[in-house]
């Protein structure tokens, strides 16, 4: 298994505190996600990571930040939590080859996920 | 845009029955296609992928696909289910781009009774 820890495990807190996750990777991958879990939607992307102090947004990033300072940490940050973000959160890597891109490429390793809830 | 459909939400099957669970995507180039297994309160789990080649490929825990570009589908199956098979299972669509972008389905949670 890919070394992926994810921290806390899990969480309760109230609406309108700052909640920050986060993600250790021991695997040196350079590509880092955040996803969120609810069900009848799957897996939806909130940011990810290509590189140190690089980071994007993926298609649910309203009311989250992420960084990275380090190549093994990647931190979620929810700086005013709201009851609509209670959800389990889930990490993952995946390295792009160098050169051309192939399947492994696009092979996301997952954490074991956090579940937060917000009160 | 990219996109999959599991028409699926549930599937109930018998011990020792065979197994195929249905996954569609939406996608203009050649995909690069996924299933993933989740078991309750744990990560996903990559069980098999397609990125070229061969339309039917192999993956862990004795599972295989069909890649079927004429009806852009994908769909996973299992000779014989075991008990430990119980799980959710998402397929997914990856994309070139910018980033290795991957999108999934909204999961179908497999039932195995006795």
């Known amino acids: 298994d890919a070394g992926i820890t994810q921290s806390p495990r899990h969480k309760v807190t109230e609406t309108g505190t700052p909640v920050t996750l986060r993600c250790h990777q021991t695997?040196?991958?350079?590509?880092m996600y955040w996803y969120r879990q609810d069900p009848g939607h799957g897996l939806r992307l909130i940011h990810y990571s290509y590189g140190v102090k690089d980071t994007d947004k993926g298609e649910v990033s309203d009311g989250y930040s992420v960084s990275r300072s380090k190549t093994e940490d990647f931190l979620l940050t929810l700086e005013s939590a709201t009851s609509s973000q209670t959800s389990v959160y889930f990490c993952?890597?995946?390295?792009?080859?160098?050169?051309?891109?192939?399947?492994?490429?696009?092979?996301?390793?997952f954490g074991p996920g956090t579940r937060l809830t917000v009160t | 845009a990219q996109s999959v459909t599991q028409p699926d939400i549930h599937i109930t099957v018998s011990e020792g029955a065979s197994l195929e669970l249905r996954c569609n995507y939406s996608?203009?180039?050649?995909?690069?296609l996924f299933w993933y297994v989740q078991s309750p309160g744990q990560g996903l789990q990559l069980l098999l992928k397609y990125f070229s080649g061969d339309t039917l490929v192999q993956g862990i825990k004795g599972f295989e696909a069909e890649f079927k570009r004429s009806q852009s589908s994908f769909n996973l199956r299992k000779p014989s289910v075991h008990w430990s098979d119980a799980a959710e299972y998402f397929c997914a669509v990856g994309s070139s781009g910018g980033y290795q972008k991957v999108t999934f389905g909204t999961g179908t949670k497999l039932q195995v009774i006795p």
């Open positions: 996608y203009g180039a050649t995909p690069y």
């Open positions: 695997e040196n991958h350079r590509y």
């Open positions: 993952a890597i995946s390295e792009r080859g160098r050169g051309r891109v192939t399947s492994t490429s696009y092979e996301q390793y």
